[in-house]
């Protein structure tokens, strides 16, 4: 038994080397080969288990470097949308970091382009580094996962939580979920990792990564708790989990890193008019969710749009059941409902196209918690083919990504409109204007129309145009007022010098346009 025990040992480390040593020990050891027959079998089917694993991972990654080149083509369209054109704006203004909330965990994503400022880069090549740096980051987190700490099954998890509820949400690319849960998989990475433990370097990096990763958004933790109870179960039996030092003394942390975001959230703006309705709501409510017109439009887009992740969802819980592990099916049922009610709690109206990049941010951590089992668990149920596994994760991530090329047109459609606009003023000499149109008729031509002021003033320097054109659409009864040393930005008024010339110029000299309506520009409703 213990030869046993240390051939599998051997075997971990590199079953080819293992195998042929296997191979050489029958040939010379005749009268043992009964025993050997059966030590084969097994070293086959760790081996076939072993081979999906890894191919799987090699299709995780090239699914990862396919939206890379996404993010680079679309980089236009990725940028000047809504929150990503204000962030950066204000990166390039004040030349340093720009949180909202408090969600440090971004800063990543941001290093490329204030380095880019410091070596006074183009405007284009400061938003091609801003739109590709979130796959970089991406990219860089699966290969560490897979290639350094041999966990392929969270490289491939990360994957799945970028497409499997991801179409129109390809552009947001500032949701601070996203970076949060990379963190989340980094920390859950080194935690699992095989192998030799820094006394003092693990531990930094495991606080660094759980801090990174929760200060990023209140929505992380819901993904972190249940990915740090399930694997947990998978490495030890719950008396064994229940005396460990080492998985209380890191609960603790998280908890306690998980409370400070909930403090965070709670004392800014933004976060806290979330987390009020979970304040103020009851058990009633609760149950209520299920049946709000928010669940209703989830529920259909489940099936018109998410379907994939649905019988992944539905295969998994079906392995859990023929493996019998019951207490993973119940926590998997948990964490999903408490999920699926809390945002029907906070989001109780129904939604429609124009909100779907916003919601499928909120909703794209879920995936990953119906998803986990299939992918821990298919490994062990299909131990000979080396093709059927990886071809499933294959169709899966290439079903998506068509849903997001197909996102990719209607937003490409958006900036075009934006880009008549741009252009009809500029050609005018009309450097300001106020588009005076209903919000409802204007998000048909731009999803969103908030984000017009920074939108346009970066596409006009992008095309050239000195001074820059800005546009704002506005309700009827706005009131225009007429400072020569202010524009009108996304939420407000703001001083021209709040503008880096170099990447944004405002004509100080003239007044704003009125202007009534967008038919005179001939748009096209991006949704037809």
């Known amino acids: 038994m213990c030869c046993h025990a240390n051939n599998c040992y051997i075997y971990a480390i590199n079953p080819f080397i293992t195998q042929l040593v296997y191979l050489a020990y029958t040939h010379y050891n005749k009268g043992r080969l009964s025993f050997n027959l059966g030590y084969s079998s097994e070293i086959f089917m760790i ?316 909703w794209a951590p879920l995936s990953v918690i119906m998803v986990t089992p299939f992918v821990k668990e298919i490994f062990k149920l299909v131990p000979r083919p080396f093709v059927v596994v990886p071809v499933v994760f294959l169709l899966v991530f290439a079903i998506r990504m068509l849903y997001i090329f197909d996102s990719c047109m209607v937003f490409s459609h958006r900036l075009d409109n934006v880009d008549k606009v741009v252009t009809a003023l500029h050609a005018h000499q009309i450097n300001k204007a106020l588009i005076v149109e209903e919000a409802s008729v204007a998000d048909e031509y731009f999803v969103m129309n908030w984000g017009t002021p920074s939108e346009s003033l970066l596409l006009s320097k992008l095309k050239g145009y000195e001074p820059s054109v800005t546009f704002k659409v506005v309700a009827a009864d706005f009131e225009i007022r007429q400072p020569a040393d202010s524009f009108y930005a996304c939420f407000g008024m703001m001083p021209n010098h709040f503008l880096n010339p170099q990447y944004s110029t405002i004509d100080s000299t003239t007044q704003y346009h009125r202007i009534e309506g967008l038919q005179r520009f001939a748009l096209k409703p991006v949704m037809e």
Not at 76 to 95: A, G, P, Y
């Open 47 to 362: 081996c076939h288990k072993d081979k999906n694993l890894r191919n799987s991972y090699w299709v995780a990654i090239s699914v990862l470097l396919v939206l890379g080149v996404f993010a680079l083509i679309f980089y236009r369209e990725r940028t000047m949308f809504v929150d990503s054109s204000w962030f950066l704006l204000h990166i390039f203004s004040k030349q340093s970091f720009y949180f909202t909330e408090m969600r440090w965990g971004a800063f990543i994503t941001q290093l490329g382009v204030l380095a880019g400022l410091k070596l006074n880069l183009s405007l284009q090549t400061l938003l091609i580094i801003y739109s590709v740096s979130f796959y970089l980051f991406y990219i860089v987190a699966a290969l560490i996962l897979g290639l350094r700490w041999r966990q392929y099954h969270l490289a491939i998890l990360l994957v799945a939580y970028l497409t499997l509820f991801i179409s129109d949400g390809f552009f947001c690319t500032v949701g601070e979920i996203f970076q949060g849960l990379t963190w989340m998989f980094l920390f859950l990475g080194l935690y699992f990792k095989e192998g030799k433990r820094h006394r003092l370097l693990q531990p930094l990096l495991l606080t660094a990564f759980a801090f990174l990763g929760m200060i990023c958004h209140m929505i992380v933790v819901f993904p972190f708790a249940f990915l740090w109870i399930y694997m947990n179960l998978e490495h030890y039996a719950p008396k064994e989990l229940v005396r460990q030092k080492r998985f209380w003394a890191y609960s603790i942390l998280l908890l306690a890193m998980a409370g400070l975001r909930y403090y965070v959230s709670n004392i800014g703006w933004y976060d806290s008019m979330k987390l009020s309705a979970v304040h103020e709501s009851s058990v009633s409510n609760y149950f209520a969710a299920f049946t709000s017109g928010h669940a209703n439009t989830f529920f259909n887009l489940l099936i018109q749009n998410y379907w994939a992740a649905l019988l992944l969802f539905g295969c998994g819980i079906a392995l859990l059941i023929l493996r019998k592990r019951y207490l993973k099916l119940s926590i998997l049922l948990l964490f999903s409902l408490t999920y699926f009610a809390a945002m029907c709690v906070v989001f109780p109206d129904a939604y429609d196209r124009k909100m779907l990049f916003y919601f499928e941010n909120e």
